[in-house]
């Protein structure tokens, strides 16, 4: 098998094991907080304490992760990936030891400091795939990604009823440190040190001014914000939206995460098919009909008069939401400088917990204000307006500099 094959192989596994591991705790957080080690009691509180604990990682991360991809392109991605992965593998454990919600939120908020395996990833795999599989790669990853993004929330409820609470961060712990050891010994990255070293050692700040004059990445991160806000901003309302069309029914929980997650089911399954095909009729086509095809199913979800055209439109507009990532971090290698790959992946990852942090904030502000059904016309028209900013920057200019190239 070709090194770079290995590599995807390993680090797809790696993807799955830190997404399914950050959101395992979904399901029974609350619960948690309420067992004998913790003890809350008031609801008030435990709901409280349940959704600063879980923004807590990406609060940390968001600010973070620039620092991290500034290392990375020094000192080089494996080091990076190998220092997010086994950090983060033990402080999963310690949280199985925590006995106040305290301890949690500051393990959590450790967690999203130290991590960064996602953008060390993505940048291995750019510097080390033929570019005319790039967009494959790329979409093989992000499957990964979202399969423990899916599956997490599934297997942490299971093992809940099975094992108890705490069994559950030992045993996510110990996942995390065998990928990270499988990382260790099989993937393998062309980093020349003294290369690096040579380069101008600019601030967190003054990196992000040289990557910013790049008009395309501002408008590739608006991209990944945009995604992630449409994706996580409506699904503290799916409970409300799902009832209002379905009546009240017993299984209504099954319901909303049935909806809320399907998406996600068939974003996993579209990103490598998306990914190939990027690889034949290039990435900013793939990206453009993407970006218009999700803001295009936002507008029947906002109008479904049934649960199951809801469930419909999302498995579609899933599809569209596959073809984003894989040709947005193709693209983030294509545009950024030579030696700063791993900061514009940084960045990037910035993007999609900044999203995860303001989507439901403001999702639940929109909604106050227009109704659940506003929030995804709402989406709709940003996922547009993106689109229109996507083909100036990308689209016209490339062919500005083609025709250029041509006299």
């Not at 807590?56 to 997010?84: C, E, H, I």
């Not at 990270?180 to 600019?202: D, G, T």
């Amino acid at each position: 098998m070709e090194q770079w094959k290995k590599n995807l192989a390993v680090l797809w596994f790696g993807q799955f094991l830190v997404m399914g591991g950050m959101t395992m705790i979904i399901p029974f957080l609350s619960l948690y907080l309420q067992s004998e080690r913790i003890g809350l009691t008031n609801k008030h509180e435990i709901a409280t304490w349940a959704g600063v604990i879980f923004a807590g990682n990406f609060v940390t991360a968001f600010l973070f992760q620039p620092l991290w991809g500034k290392l990375s392109d020094r000192y080089g991605r494996k080091m990076m990936l190998l220092r997010s992965g086994f950090g983060m593998a033990i402080v999963m454990i310690l949280m199985g030891f925590a006995t106040s919600p305290w301890h949690l939120l500051l393990l959590r908020m450790v967690n999203g400091t130290i991590s960064g395996f996602n953008p060390a990833a993505v940048s291995l795999i750019s510097v080390s795939t033929p570019k005319e599989r790039m967009g494959f790669a790329m979409g093989t990853l992000q499957s990964g990604g979202i399969a423990g993004s899916i599956l997490g929330p599934f297997m942490g409820g299971l093992l809940a009823d099975a094992v108890g609470y705490r069994p559950i961060f030992y045993l996510t712990g110990s996942l995390l440190f065998l990928a990270s050891l499988l990382a260790y010994f099989i993937v393998r990255e062309s980093f020349n040190r003294q290369e690096a070293a040579a380069r101008p050692n600019l601030s967190v700040i003054d990196g992000f001014r040289q990557l910013s004059r790049v008009p395309q990445l501002m408008s590739l991160f608006a991209v990944t914000f945009l995604l992630q806000f449409a994706i996580i901003g409506p699904m503290p309302l799916m409970p409300l939206y799902v009832q209002d069309l379905h009546g009240t029914v017993v299984n209504l929980a099954f319901w909303a995460g049935f909806v809320g997650s399907a998406a996600g089911l068939s974003n996993m399954v579209a990103a490598p098919l998306l990914g190939r095909l990027s690889d034949r009729i290039g990435q900013e086509r793939i990206l453009g009909i993407s970006l218009i095809g999700a803001a295009m199913m936002f507008i029947p979800q906002a109008f479904a008069d049934s649960v199951w055209q809801l469930l419909l439109f999302r498995l579609l507009q899933g599809c569209f939401l596959g073809g984003l990532i894989p040709s947005v971090n193709s693209l983030v290698r294509r545009f950024t400088p030579d030696g700063m790959e791993s900061r514009a992946f940084s960045i990037n990852s910035s993007m999609l917990s900044l999203g995860n942090m303001i989507g439901p904030i403001v999702g639940g502000f929109i909604s106050g204000w227009t109704g659940i059904r506003g929030v995804f016309l709402i989406s709709s028209a940003l996922f547009v307006i993106n689109a229109v900013w996507v083909r100036q920057t990308l689209v016209s200019k490339r062919a500005a500099s083609g025709g250029a190239e041509q006299e």
